[in-house]
């Protein structure tokens, strides 16, 4: 069975821009949760989609969303970027609502100038 | 909130010894509990985790962690370092009082095994 997939491995962008990262849980799987990695803060909650809606959401701006799909793929999207939002971002899958086992993607790095 | 503290960020250790590396939560309900390992430029990858019955959990690669719920730990041991054991480990707990998925990670411990 295929693993998370995430989608680019790599970014880069300038200040201002926004971006859209995109990430395919492993089949089965309907919870997709994200994540930001800096090695100032380490692993951060973003937000968690299960069947298309938000069911948690982590300590970070607005400008920070994502959405989820009825083939449980999400993306999130990061508007008006700042240098302080280069990161990792990963993303995981989980089977089921009771199941908190979650398996993480390889991730998306992203740069901003 | 809960929180994860994992003491040593870096933890060094001669091929063939024992790896100790120690994790402690704070919940007021006994939550699941995870160990991820993380090698460069990668992802997390689940070596084991915790959720009920047997306190002893056995992962992947050799690895296992015991849940003390008098000490809120979960220290994660195995008893052979290797060198491929080298890289950055995770502590993470899911707290049974949100209904969703929202792990909590440590602040990771960096395992440098020498030769």
């Known amino acids: 069975k295929a693993g998370v997939t995430q989608t680019p491995r790599y970014l880069i962008k300038t200040r201002g821009q926004q971006v859209t990262l995109s990430c395919s849980p492993i089949?089965?799987?309907?919870?997709v949760s994200w994540y930001q990695q800096t090695p100032g803060q380490g692993l951060q909650f973003l937000f968690e989609?299960?069947?298309?809606?938000?069911?948690n959401k982590g300590n970070f701006p607005g400008r920070f969303s994502g959405r989820q799909f009825s083939n449980s793929r999400s993306e999130m999207n990061v508007s008006t970027l700042e240098l302080g939002d280069s990161a990792l971002y990963l993303c995981?899958?989980?089977?089921?609502?009771?199941?908190?086992?979650?398996?993480f993607g390889p991730g998306t790095r992203l740069l901003v100038l | 909130a809960q929180s994860v503290t994992q003491l040593g960020s870096h933890v060094s250790v001669s091929e063939g010894a024992l790896v100790l590396l120690r994790c402690n939560y704070s919940?007021?309900?006994?939550?699941?509990l995870f160990w991820y390992v993380q090698y460069p430029n990668q992802g997390l990858q689940l070596l084991l985790k915790?959720?009920?019955?047997?306190?002893l959990v056995k992962g992947i690669n050799g690895f296992e962690a015991e849940f003390k719920k008098s000490e809120t730990s979960f220290h994660l041991t195995k008893p052979s370092a290797h060198m491929s054991d080298a890289a950055e480990y995770f502590c993470?707990?899911?707290?049974?009082?949100?209904?969703?998925?929202?792990?909590?990670f440590g602040g990771g411990t960096r395992l440098m095994v020498k030769p």
């Open positions: 089949s089965g799987h309907r919870s």
């Open positions: 993470a707990v899911s707290d049974m009082n949100n209904a969703g998925n929202m792990l909590t």
């Open positions: 919940s007021s309900v006994p939550p699941y």
């Open positions: 995981a899958s989980s089977l089921a609502a009771g199941d908190r086992t979650q398996y």
């Open positions: 915790y959720t009920t019955g047997a306190t």
């Open positions: 989609y299960f069947s298309e809606t938000q069911r």
